[in-house]
């Protein structure tokens, strides 16, 4: 008897599935849209905090011109070295304000001497003003949190403003002035809330202040 072969219908491989490693299926990552793209395109990073205490070279080259390639220190030796004024270790960045040139036997003094150091961040202070070492990006940082606590302080007087009658309640009511825990108390209270505990201080002094009702000899009251 001869062999036969049957006809089998061809295999299709199916594609194998990803999953995580917590056994969920990965999700397909969808295309960037060309928009976002383009804002990715003219993204820029920001610098590193090494590079930012980096002092370019045109810095340097300002004042070398400016120093006569001295030493800053007045001992009268040729610059070597830029200093850092305020140290990077302390946030002192590369710009021009944070900058001095010195010998390598000043820089040394300076490094090692904490009270030299303090002396110079004093010197720079009064010269470039209290925060010398700052580069763009501190003043920027700084500027944003300055707009924000000031934006805080503000809210903060329009809720004491917005609480100063019930406050002049309570006060009147407990003859005394209010402490600043009770303050901070009423302070938390939503406007609603504080809506609420104003009346109910009100109509209360309102009905302390009503005389008590009096009765003549053999009168008889109900309950």
């Known amino acids: 008897m001869s062999h036969q072969t049957f006809w089998k219908p061809e295999k299709k491989v199916k594609q194998k599935k990803a999953y995580s490693s917590l056994g969920q299926r990965k999700k397909d990552k969808k295309p960037i849209p060309e928009w976002k793209k383009d804002i990715l395109a003219h993204h820029k990073s920001r610098p590193s905090r090494a590079d930012r205490a980096e002092f370019p070279p045109e810095v340097v080259a300002e004042l070398i011109e400016e120093t006569q390639g001295l030493c800053q220190c007045g001992c009268g030796r040729k610059s070597t070295q830029t200093h ?97 825990k009770e303050i901070r108390l009423l302070e938390s209270m939503d406007t609603k809330q504080m809506s609420v505990f104003s009346v109910m201080i009100s109509d209360a002094l309102n009905n302390f202040s009503k005389p008590a009702p009096s009765y003549g000899y053999g009168e008889r009251f109900e309950d």
Not at 112 to 120: A, M, P, V
Request: charged share 30%; glycine share 6%.
């Open 84 to 180: 850092h004024v305020m140290p990077r270790g302390r946030s002192g960045r590369g710009v021009k304000t944070n900058a001095m040139r010195v010998c390598d036997i000043c820089h040394d003094r300076i490094q090692t001497n904490e009270e030299e150091l303090q002396g110079w961040i004093t010197t720079y202070s009064l010269i470039y003003g209290p925060r010398f070492w700052f580069d763009e990006q501190d003043w920027e940082e700084y500027n944003r949190k300055q707009a924000a606590q000031k934006r805080v302080e503000v809210q903060k007087q329009e809720r004491l403003e917005s609480i100063k009658p019930v406050m002049e309640l309570l006060t009147t009511a407990a003859g005394r002035t209010l402490k600043s």
